[in-house]
Nanobody, 120 residues
């Protein structure tokens, strides 16, 4: 099947930076879109950034100008460079991919999540 695995989370001070990575593996024919969502305690999961093939990258208003989402299509990997981090960015960050699979189910797949904590 298809597996997504995030890395790069951790604890950072306000104003600091982190870079998240997510690699997709398995029976992948193509990936239509790949990006990041986050969920803070007591809140719903929300879109952070999403790179849609042929349609550019969309960002949540709260992260525009601070976060950059990029993809390496050859590696089926998506990155999230997070700068000028704020305490309100604290959340579990989930990788998401819209995958066309050559074996089994196609559609949305999710990683297990990685914790990002912004605190002094």
């Amino acid at each position: 099947q298809v597996l997504l695995m995030e890395s790069g989370g951790g604890l950072v001070q306000p104003g600091g930076s982190l870079r998240l990575s997510c690699a997709a593996s398995g029976s992948i024919l193509s990936i239509n879109a790949m990006g990041w969502y986050r969920q803070a305690p007591g809140k719903e999961r929300e879109l952070v950034a999403r790179d849609i093939r042929g349609d550019g990258t969309r960002y949540a208003d709260s992260v525009k100008g601070r976060f950059t989402c990029s993809r390496d299509n050859a590696k089926n990997t998506v990155y999230l460079q997070m700068n000028s981090l704020k305490p309100e960015d604290t959340a579990v960050y989930y990788c998401n991919a819209d995958v066309v699979s050559y074996l089994g189910r196609s559609g949305d797949f999710w990683g297990p999540g990685t914790q990002v904590t912004v605190s002094s």
